[in-house]
């Protein structure tokens, strides 16, 4: 008979609170005899009888599936894009009380690691294996056609979500997702790969990178979201409001089972976007710039025991200009992007706390297991060596000046604006590590604050943990939290064995031997290897640098004993080649077991589906027909009209009073077109990244009734990003014509989309209203969309 057949439920419960190692491998741990290694839980035979009268049968036990008794709640939080200094906690210049309260009431790690990007972070966190192996070997919009790197997450890892759900869990999930492959992020699905089919019950959220914190284009569930009419809306604050509600209603309403909550802002992932009020609160504070503030940094991070008293800075990238040397606009411009950034982390941590303060109102912080993970990635230097206004011109190859930047510096992380700040400030929240976010082979691309909170699982407060994890830690350590084993099969479909280690054996013993001892590193052939404290890595590009240093096979490979080099500054390839081939053959190994083989360090040509192989659901289409109301089509499941000749047939109905509004469009305020009536005549403009608009416009108003309106689009040629010549017509006659100068060569919007009948989020033309305002007062029949 099953050993947990034997044991009262409420000692096996106390046993796990008290020795977190001793989880159920098998089955469950609450002495229910269910074997949850295969999920769902099968539901037991319904008995037949051969009794007529109801009065007379006594009805059967009802099957409900339940958690483990004393299985805890979960939090869990993903920040985005925030590095190792990104806390106060981990010496950082940005007060993060929330991270705080956490740390200190727990235990924080300053050995834990990501990927290096979004995506594949995302993917190892609630899966709990190694990122290639959920197909994420980089963000979903770089997916190609071989394993490892599809961005389609397969059957076989299921995350902990769905686990827990299969088990008894209420699950939510607020802010960003940016697991769902790119052809399969719109209305048509599949939705297998959406939240909602991942193990969430609720969603609400964004599917993609980033979204305009301003005017998001989000999901409830798999329905998109129409924003209130509110000025002061900004996304972060109505994700906090969503989570909280829905905390707070699944408690009340059975207040028995566990949830698990996932929440995971948007920030500090570009868009900077920030209430002034916040901003402010950081004016001056920057003034002495990222060299000083490096130091700062470090001798806090000493001071507080993050890091060993004989730390060193790394060296910075020598792309990243000295603090002195810079011009007084410059520093300007430059602490004023800082201030933003500062003021966004400021305000995510309050967020994060009003979630918490949640849980805490209603009796439950102490029965709920907290994870912090401060970060999905170093923070990012894709802003480049002097930030950007609007992020959307670094896809697109355009290089912004300071004196065009210092322009918008008044409104910076307001509406008006989609900024980045400059690389240095990256180095800097990463410190005391030379490189940031992308660099899969340096600490400080990979590197995070982490904390856990568990008072009934966590006797000791406040202290630090040095032994290495990574973020497929995470999974296993809610399981063995919950008291459930790892599943054999889900879903029907036998599931691949977790990579990670559960971090529970370290909570209460700072001292014991690590347990994740080996983990390889790949991202855009940046590349590592972690082994007992060595550390082999080859930089093979920077986040700014669109092509790699040299080829993969002639890479230069550096060695590190983490274990007395905490800021990878000794490089002893030289002094020990023999562990360096050694290390250098185990990535390999480690790299083939996880479908990392080949190496693809490929960045821009992987936006491209046709160049990459990656599905695309317009793929041999040269025309798209669509209707009025079809809204929310992202790029990568609409016709790609860039870099060519195009033509816009929209069949109207133009009632007795005329009509106004948004025909079609694409993109938003950073960039796209538009095809529109104003005071009822047509017109055509391009928007150039927000910094210049081209306006095709007829002097008449379209007549009443049923007409054809017909932009085209004739292209110059040449190369990427021309421009060339618009013309409107109406039933067959042209009305007017002008010169389109430039176009943008690669992408319009993170997460603006193509829209009929409205121009949702931010308005591709100002003066014609925004979202709402800007919807069609006629019948649209039909428009169709062609490239030539």
């Not at 993969?552 to 550096?558: K, N, S």
């Amino acid at each position: 008979m099953n050993k947990y057949l034997l044991v009262n439920a409420s000692v096996l419960t106390l046993a796990l609170i008290h020795n977190p190692m001793a989880i159920a491998k098998t089955k469950s741990a609450n002495g229910d005899g269910l074997d949850r290694t295969v999920l769902p839980l099968a539901e037991p035979k319904i008995p037949t009888t051969k009794e007529l009268d109801v009065r007379n049968a006594k009805a059967p036990p009802r099957f409900e599936v339940k958690a483990p008794n004393g299985a805890p709640n979960v939090l869990l939080v993903l920040l985005d894009d925030l590095g190792f200094a990104g806390t106060s906690s981990f010496g950082g210049p940005v007060s993060t009380p929330s991270f705080e309260r956490i740390a200190n009431e727990g235990v924080r790690y300053n050995n834990f690691h990501t990927t290096a990007v979004c995506s594949p972070t995302r993917a190892a966190l609630k899966s709990g294996r190694n990122h290639h192996v959920n197909n994420m070997g980089a963000i979903i919009e770089t997916g190609t056609a071989f394993p490892g790197n599809t961005g389609q997450i397969p059957n076989n890892v299921v995350p902990v979500a769905e686990m827990l759900r299969l088990n008894g869990y209420a699950t939510a999930a607020f802010g960003k997702w940016h697991e769902t492959a790119a052809w399969e992020a719109s209305m048509a699905g599949p939705f297998d790969r959406w939240p909602t089919r991942q193990g969430f019950d609720k969603f609400y959220g964004f599917l993609g990178g980033e979204t305009n914190q301003w005017a998001p284009f989000i999901y409830d569930g798999t329905k998109q979201v129409e924003l209130p009419n509110d000025p002061n809306y900004h996304f972060l604050t109505d994700m906090t409001d969503q989570a909280v509600a829905w905390i707070k209603y699944q408690k009340a309403l059975t207040p028995e089972k566990p949830f698990f909550t996932y929440f995971a802002p948007g920030a500090v992932h570009a868009p900077h976007h920030v209430p002034k009020e916040w901003i402010e609160r950081w004016h001056g504070k920057f003034d002495q710039g990222w060299d000083k503030m490096r130091e700062q940094i470090l001798a806090r991070q000493i001071e507080n025991g993050t890091v060993p008293k004989d730390t060193k800075l790394a060296p910075k990238p020598e792309a990243i200009p000295a603090w002195d040397s810079l011009s007084d606009d410059e520093k300007r411009l430059f602490a004023r992007q800082a201030e933003v950034f500062a003021g966004f982390v400021d305000m995510t941590d309050h967020e994060v706390g009003r979630v918490i303060k949640a849980i805490e109102d209603i009796g439950q912080l102490d029965n709920t297991l907290v994870l912090f993970v401060y970060g999905d990635n170093g923070t990012s230097a894709e802003g480049g060596r002097s930030g950007m206004f609007s992020e959307m011109t670094y896809f697109n190859g355009v290089q912004e000046t300071v004196p065009d930047m210092l322009k918008h510096i008044d409104v910076w992380g307001g509406p008006e604006t989609y900024p980045h700040m400059a690389a240095g400030w990256a180095v800097a929240f990463d410190t005391p590590y030379q490189w940031t976010k992308q660099v899969g082979s340096d600490h400080g691309g990979t590197k995070v604050g982490m904390a856990v909170r568990w008072p009934k699982g966590i006797k000791t407060k406040g202290e630090l943990r040095t032994q290495f994890h990574h973020v497929v830690d995470v999974a296993p350590t809610i399981l063995q939290a919950a008291g459930l084993p790892e599943p054999k099969v889900v879903n029907g479909v036998k599931q691949r064995p977790m990579d990670g280690v559960s971090m529970a054996y370290s909570f209460d013993d700072a001292k014991v031997k690590e347990r994740h001892t080996t983990q390889y590193f790949e991202m855009f052939g940046n590349r590592a290897i972690y082994q007992d404290g060595w550390y082999a890595r080859t930089i093979h590009r920077a986040p700014w640098e669109m092509k790699p240093r040299r080829p993969l096979t002639e890479d230069i490979w550096e060695l590190y004993d983490t274990r007395t080099d905490f800021s990878l500054i000794n490089n002893l390839a030289e002094k020990q080649p023999k562990k360096l081939k050694e290390l250098q053959a185990l990535f390999l190994k480690e790299a083939e077991k996880n479908n990392a083989l080949p190496i693809d360090d490929r960045v821009i040509e992987r936006v491209n589906a046709e160049l990459v192989g990656r599905p695309d659901l317009m793929a041999g289409r040269a025309s798209l027909t669509l209707a009025q109301g079809m809204t929310g089509m992202t790029e990568n499941v609409f016709l790609n009209i860039k870099n060519k000749s195009k033509t816009i047939t929209a069949e109207l109905d133009i009632p007795e009073a005329g009509a106004n509004g948004v025909v079609i469009a694409q993109g938003g305020r950073f960039g796209g077109w538009s095809l529109y009536l104003k005071d009822g005549k047509p017109a055509y403009t391009y928007n150039f990244l927000g910094l210049n608009s081209y306006t095709v416009s007829a002097q008449e108003a379209l007549p009443k009734g049923k007409t054809k309106l017909v932009f085209d689009f004739a292209y110059d040629g040449g190369g990427l990003g021309k421009g060339g010549m618009g013309t409107l017509s109406v039933d067959g006659r042209k009305v007017a014509e002008g010169r389109i100068e430039k176009t943008q060569p690669m992408i319009f919007s993170a997460d603006e989309t193509a829209d009929v009948g409205i121009d949702d989020a931010t308005p591709v033309v100002a003066g014609i209203g925004e979202g709402p305002q800007t919807r069609f007062t006629g019948k649209i029949e039909k428009v169709t969309v062609e490239v030539k």
